[in-house]
């Protein structure tokens, strides 16, 4: 399939792996075998190459997992093995360094995470947070390298650009130092520029805030704040409409803030790379995560439903879909923890034990 050999090889292993399920679904047990071993045997040939360019190159590695193909569908490599759940793909150094480096954002690698929490607590902690950058800010305003090599510097800090001739890829492999934050405007009083050693507070701002690590923090925040919202009101401030004050602030602010959380998953559906409408929906159909988050919306306006129409002794109905709807929404913020390296393992862990042992049980009961 051209030059995009990687690429067309975890293609295929996506497809036979599909077409290895459709023949289990219909009992054709040896030929779903068949079909998977030959899904295996491509991905393990993506995995061989892979190996061989992070042997060679490391860079130029990386900037291969997240360059756009277009023979399939302007996709990355590593949203290609995500989809299909290929994960000895993704659990190759080179895919788990590059996740590392795009998951920190432009601050160093060996942040810990003690210290972006204090930072987005106490801002002034950014000053002890040190962040890399192709050239110091500095170089860039007073044009100290050429046009040329502003150019082919900035093309390579791309992640979609295509490979360069190899006689002048070490030339274009600049290097990345770390700069600690400065809290001057530019230059000092007395003229002098910022050290090379420093950058400035405002681009410094631009990065944490910019990172996902810093972004999924704060969504893991708010969402822990939505839930204590949600818990409290129903505890304590579900009366039906027909008493004075209901519904309560509290619960017109849940009202808006879930208004919020279907208007990201609206927002999901219309950022999906295919082109018609009804495809980006069936795209977003196929993780099991958002079927789930349907399900919680859907309950949440049968809730609301039940709240407003319902009075005296049926109101305890409305009760009890606003605690289910709860209980699932405790349930979906499971998916948040598996981003920790420590708890992320665990929970995949029970999860699968516990489909294991449902299968086990309804097996000796028949």
């Known amino acids: 399939m051209g030059k995009d050999h990687i690429g067309a090889a975890l293609t295929a292993s996506k497809i036979l792996s599909s077409l290895a ?11 779903s075998n068949d079909l998977h071993k030959h899904s295996v045997e491509f991905e393990q040939l993506a995995v061989g190459v892979v190996s061989d360019c992070y042997r060679r190159d490391k860079a ?12 399939w569908g302007q996709t990355t490599l590593l949203a290609i093995a995500d989809s299909a759940g290929q ?9 788990q360094t590059k996740l590392n480096v795009v998951w920190k954002g432009r601050m160093a690698l060996y942040t810990s995470t003690w210290k972006i929490i204090l930072t987005m607590v106490i801002p002034w902690f950014l000053l002890s947070v040190k962040f890399k950058t192709k050239r110091h800010p500095a170089a860039i305003s007073d044009n100290t390298v050429g046009p040329a090599g502003d150019v ?12 360069s001739p ?13 700069y600690k934050v400065s809290i001057s405007r530019g230059s000092h009083g007395n003229g002098r520029k910022l050290k090379k050693s ?33 818990s409290y009101f129903l505890l304590t401030d579900l009366r039906p409409v027909s008493e004075p004050d209901s519904p309560s602030v ?7 803030w879930t208004g919020t959380l279907l208007l990201e998953e609206m927002r999901q559906v219309f950022a999906r790379r295919e082109k018609a409408f009804w495809f980006k929906v069936l795209s977003w159909f196929d993780d099991s995560w958002n079927k789930f988050d349907l399900l919680i919306y859907t309950c949440f306006g049968v809730s609301v439903a039940c ?8 109101f305890r109905y409305a009760r009890m879909a606003y605690s289910v709807t709860l209980l699932l929404q405790y349930m979906r913020s499971v998916q948040m923890f598996y981003a920790n390296k420590d708890l992320g393992p665990k929970i995949i862990m029970i999860r699968r034990m516990v489909t294991v042992g449902d299968n086990t049980f309804s097996i000796s009961t028949t």
């Open 60 to 71: 130029m590695t990386h900037k291969l997992l997240v360059r756009e193909i277009m023979t």
């Open 250 to 256: 509290l619960e017109f602010i849940a009202w808006g």
């Open 307 to 314: 709240r407003l129409l319902l009075v005296g002794a049926e």
């Open 198 to 230: 420093t950058i400035d507070l405002g681009l410094a701002v631009w990065y944490f805030y910019m990172a996902p690590v810093t972004k999924f923090s704060y969504n893991l925040l708010s969402y822990t704040v939505y839930l204590a919202l949600m």
């Open 21 to 31: 399920d459709v023949a289990k679904d219909s009992e054709e047990i040896d030929l």
């Open 87 to 95: 994960m000895d793909f993704m659990e190759h150094s080179a895919c």
């Open 152 to 163: 082919e510097a900035e093309r390579l800090s791309d992640g979609n650009e295509h490979f």
């Open 166 to 178: 190899s006689k002048s890829r070490k030339q274009q492999q600049i290097e990345k130092p770390l």
